[in-house]
DNA sequence: AATTAGCACTCCATTAGGCAGAGTGCTAGT
DNA sequence: ACTAGCACTCTGCCTAATGGAGTGCTAATT
């Protein structure tokens, strides 16, 4: 496992490196002949051969059947992207778009949005970002509306702009007015603070006696319990382009299609592989069986982190078949995140 | 036009029935022998083949190749839903299904998003139901939060529970404290109206004397005119199950797959054809390229307007191939229609 | 006059065979 | 250690042949 290039010598490696680039860019299976050409050392297509069996005895390249050329396996395509791969500055034009189209917005939601179309089209792939969470979730404003069978309209806004709505259950009908005053208070002795922070004061609140309360206080810290207590833990993203898996013959079997963009509308699995990424910093690569979901057996997912106030709050990536350009779409990724994360607004800092 | 049966006689029209009907339930052209069999008529196969020949002339049937059978046109399917075919009353599995699903909850959106799932699930092909535009909003509070430079997060609350947001930009820096006053003004004077009504009053309170006024009132319904302005029309719908359309090989090439889906993101040219259901009472149909579009040409969409209050408030349908159980679907769509309707909070009566 | 039987014809789908091209594995030679 | 050569294999493509399904037309029947 730690070494990855168990006795393969330069030689091989470079064979591998330009076969892989070559299926990338043609998508055939290249022969010996032609990566005797290709390749920069000369040797003759005998040579190759022999070098090929090895590749394929240690499980790098495949044939498709006796007397077509070697295709990269995963394990092929995972040792070119770790080890092999040179990868591409990012093209100028697709720079400044990027700059141009990332560069703050008053809207988070938008912007995320915009990243998202941006992966998908520059890259023509599908592509994916995930609304950022954010654990410094700073509390703005807070207020109930009565609604009928003690049921209450929960409204609060959080860090800049973002205005969350929920239904809660009340233990007893209170009245418009009753309910304003309920909001004014909270606002007044929660406001600023964090939605963590204002979780656990409303613990303490409650636990603490609570004789220095009068009823009204004592009810309205009940509904702020109500009201965030689920972690309103919406894991959703945003994913543009999907429509152009349906150009690549490798996910060509019509099944096959279904089951991927069903597993888009389904979200969990998705959610779930990406959820591995929030851990790990900078980019990070799936490639077919790799990702442990049968569905994506074709596919690679390049993803990376993106972060505000050096706090990772989400991820974006790309998805696409196996056989893509990863030394561009790496560098693509990793830019974007950068761009993304630092076009979000910093949450945390609201000034007095 | 008016006159759908140019000359044919009831024997032509009880062919081209069943021709219809075994085309649905098998897919394959159907040739005169099959249908010889297959109707109660006792006609040998020399007569029907010249039966069809008419039909052919009449541009009801088409034959792909000279050998093949016959299978309907465009034309062929609307005779047959418009004056042949024999609607099956629903399963009744499915209809306490669907009466058990769609029974009230409290939260619209949730339903709506339940309907388009049964529709989806029930044919086995895409569902969507329009979000439900309601000329009757009733205003049920406004709420100003300052934010940076001038600009202002209004939050709204319409009808029961449906909470919306928008920054608006002022001339003037308000403070939080003047924001509140303003709020509390105009839900004192503007609660409980339609929408509509307050543009008015808005509009009306502007130009007339302003004299009578503060500044801070005037400020105040400055802001609500801002707030109200543009319509908020999120023309929109809810599709599930799109994915069941790649089922159907007469969606097949794979280009012609991908248009279709992109038009479902692209949304404007479903929402345009949605939104002539919207005028009709009823079920209605159109098949193949009746919608006007190219890319629908080998789809058909059934759809049904639905209403609360006896009002038309939105749309909602299935979409599938030309090739689809008419006789099913129709009335399925009819009933869920008149469900979804009847499901729905009724807005307008908000009892003080 | 309407219906039907019969026949020639057309077209599709499948099968089989043949052939060229590409690529391999192996062996023997450099 | 590399390479040239050769036999072999598999694909893709073309062609031809065949059977089946269905038609259109004509002539016969009712």
Request: charged content about 20%.
């Amino acid at each position: 496992m730690a070494n990855n290039t168990p006795d393969l010598n330069d030689r091989s490696l470079q064979l591998l490196k330009t076969l892989v680039e070559r299926y990338i860019s043609d998508g055939q299976p290249v022969g010996s002949r032609l990566l005797s050409k290709d390749s920069t050392l000369n040797l003759s297509p005998a040579t190759i051969r022999n070098v090929m069996a090895d590749l394929e005895d240690l499980g790098l390249v495949h044939s498709p059947h006796t007397s077509a050329g070697r295709i990269p396996t995963s394990s092929g395509y995972r040792l070119f992207v770790d080890s092999l791969l040179t990868v591409k500055p990012l093209d100028n034009k697709e720079l400044s778009r990027l700059h141009q189209n990332l560069s703050t917005k008053d809207n988070d939601n938008q912007m995320i949005g915009v990243a998202s179309r941006l992966l998908a089209e520059i890259t023509q792939m599908a592509g994916i970002v995930t609304i950022p969470k954010r654990e410094l979730t700073c509390l703005r404003h807070i207020e109930f509306l009565p609604l009928s069978h003690q049921r209450v309209l929960v409204i609060f806004v959080t860090n800049e702009q973002e205005v969350h709505n929920k239904v809660i259950y009340c233990e007893k009908n209170l009245s418009a007015s009753e309910l304003q005053q309920a909001g004014a208070y909270l606002n007044s002795i929660y406001c600023g603070q964090s939605l963590d922070a204002v979780r656990c004061a409303v613990l303490k609140d409650l636990q603490e006696d609570q004789v220095r309360m009068n009823q009204a206080m004592l009810d309205a810290i009940k509904m702020a319990q109500l009201a965030f207590e689920s972690n309103d833990n919406k894991d959703d993203y945003v994913l543009t382009g999907e429509t152009n898996l349906m150009g690549f013959s490798e996910l060509s079997s019509r099944n096959h299609l279904k089951q991927i963009f069903d597993a888009f509308t389904q979200k969990q699995d998705i959610i779930h592989l990406l959820d591995q990424s929030m851990k790990a910093d900078g980019v990070q690569i799936f490639i077919g069986e790799e990702s442990g979901y049968q569905v994506f057996e074709q596919c690679s997912l390049v993803t990376s982190s993106y972060s505000v106030n050096n706090e990772v709050v989400g991820v974006l990536g790309v998805i696409g078949p196996t056989r893509m350009a990863y030394e561009k779409i790496i560098p693509f990724v990793d830019v974007t995140a950068k761009l993304l994360g630092a076009a979000l607004n910093p949450k945390t800092t609201t000034p007095s």
